[in-house]
């Protein structure tokens, strides 16, 4: 019989009275939320947003309603780790048919992820030579990615962390400004956030873009909006980082978390967690930080996602100007010289750390993610140095993402199906076993209420709905 752990005391805010400067407090819990929500806005609402707002106007808006499925189920995975302090990767490599889940994802980065290196580092290059005037765009993306490559092995992290959030927060409040100025009819745009609409591409809309399949864009707007696979494994790491639950107190988080795993192997189920009342509440005020942290992040992404979406509509569609793979980031910059034209300069420097920042953390954010993920399968993997793993896998990415790149295929079309893979059908999987497993190895005391339960369920569904429109 294991002896069992106590838990350590929660925050003093946390066990404070109801209050205004309580609930303000709160905000400070936001921290890996912040690089969920600026990798997000960087990522997909720069490029997919706008277009798709001038096409279909209001009528996909429902798809920012729908991503929180995916915030529900990081928060699953998250209390479970935060609880046990096992990562959920390692409990689906011995609880899953020879580490099957573990295989199912690596597969999914491997394939999929060139594809998004190829199309950020086409985008990242058109910028480059909009922003500077002159140059090859692949010349520009190219030297651009093994830039991000070398600050990363270098581990100059927060100089761009710093920067890129900045710079984000500069593209979304330019968004929503613009919004402002035109004075939208917000009775008229919120109930479809709410109504679920399949538009069809209007007549203007040119032949090399109706030639992805609505639905399938559909499903690769919702993967930008998502915590995709590689930021599920990601958020899990940065919940040690910020000693959260658990971890909170501990001198090395990994290794411990390391001991309850092996703790846990050995007894075959988790009868080290206590099951004394205070110590039982403690445990659930410890959760609180990851649910606002959580909770911000998609309030952020939604706000901000709609913001684009509806510049897309407003500034983009009654000109039937529809932003192309040639010219995706230029044609866009009408959105900040709607409020003025000097604004348009600062345009250009925010999407070029915007980018730059998602390349860089592409980097990090994949490594990181099939590291944990193989090692869990692949127990000597574990032997070899992390950054060594880095450079191989970075190599593998460049050495497919760049031909891909040059081939020309359609930004929007890779960067579709990459997302439907790692933010939809990948988080779907990961979110059903995430459900399944908390429920079954948790102690009875720590499992999800029924409205809990009810809960994850139903962020399952709302991610799976739009998967069935794109099969029917």
């Known amino acids: 019989m294991a002896e069992k752990i106590s838990f350590p005391e929660p925050d003093e805010v946390l066990t404070e009275k109801p209050s205004l400067k309580k609930y303000l407090r709160y905000l400070l819990f936001f921290g890996p939320g912040a690089i969920i929500a600026s990798a997000t806005i960087g990522q997909g609402q720069l490029i997919l947003g706008p277009q798709i707002g001038a096409w279909a106007g209001f009528d996909l808006l429902w798809i920012i309603s729908l ?24 409990l689906f490599a011995i609880k899953t048919k ?43 993306g190219i030297s651009f990615s093994l830039i991000a490559l070398a600050l990363v092995l270098g581990g100059r992290y927060k100089i761009v962390e710093h920067t890129q959030a900045f710079f984000v927060a500069v593209l979304a409040i330019g968004a929503i400004g613009s919004i402002i100025a035109v ?40 993967g930008t909006l998502t915590i995709t696979i590689i930021t599920f494994v990601g958020y899990s790491g940065w919940l040690k980082v910020k ?24 007894e075959g189920k988790i009868n080290y967690l206590p099951d004394d ?67 348009v300069p600062l345009y250009k420097i925010s999407v070029f750390f915007a980018l730059f920042g998602t390349i860089y953390a592409g980097f990090e954010a994949a490594s990181r993610m099939l590291y944990e993920t193989m090692g869990a399968v692949v127990p000597k993997l574990r032997n070899v140095k992390y950054k060594k793993f880095m450079v191989m896998l970075s190599v593998y990415l460049l050495a497919l993402g760049i031909p891909l790149a040059i081939s020309g ?11 439907l893979f790692i933010g939809v059908v990948g988080v779907i999987i990961y979110g059903i076993g995430a459900v399944y497993l908390s429920q079954k190895i948790l102690p009875p005391e720590y499992k999800m209420g029924k409205a809990g339960t009810a809960i994850a369920i139903l962020a399952i569904i709302f991610l799976i709905l739009p998967l069935l429109l794109l099969l029917v």
Request: a positive charge; zero cysteines.
């Open 98 to 140: 020879k580490g099957f889940l573990n295989w199912v994802f690596i597969a999914i980065i491997i394939v999929f992820v060139p594809l998004f290196a190829a199309a950020i580092i086409t985008t990242l290059g058109k910028s480059l030579e909009w922003i500077f005037g002159f140059g090859n765009y692949m010349a520009w």
């Open 183 to 222: 004075k939208p009819d917000i009775l008229k745009i919120i109930p479809h956030f709410f109504i679920i609409n399949i538009p069809q591409y209007p007549d203007w809309v040119p032949q090399n873009v109706k030639a992805t399949p609505v639905p399938l864009v559909m499903l690769g707007y919702i």
């Open 67 to 90: 991503s929180i499925g995916s915030y529900i189920l990081a928060y699953v995975t998250a209390r479970f780790t935060l609880l046990s302090g096992i990562n959920m990767v390692d």
């Open 243 to 266: 000693r959260w639950g658990i971890f909170k107190g501990k001198e090395d988080p990994e290794k411990f978390s390391r001991s309850m795993f092996e703790l846990f192997e050995k």
């Open 277 to 343: 009342r205070k110590e039982i509440k403690k445990a659930h005020l410890l959760l609180r930080p990851s649910l606002v942290d959580l909770s911000i992040a998609f309030v952020v992404v939604a706000v901000v996602s709609s913001a684009y979406m509806l510049a897309g509509t407003y500034l983009l569609g009654p000109k039937h100007v529809l932003p192309s793979d040639i010219h995706l980031i230029e044609e866009q910059a009408v959105i900040f010289s709607n409020i003025a034209e000097w604004l």
């Open 409 to 419: 295929i359609s930004i929007i079309l890779m960067l579709s199906i990459t997302l």
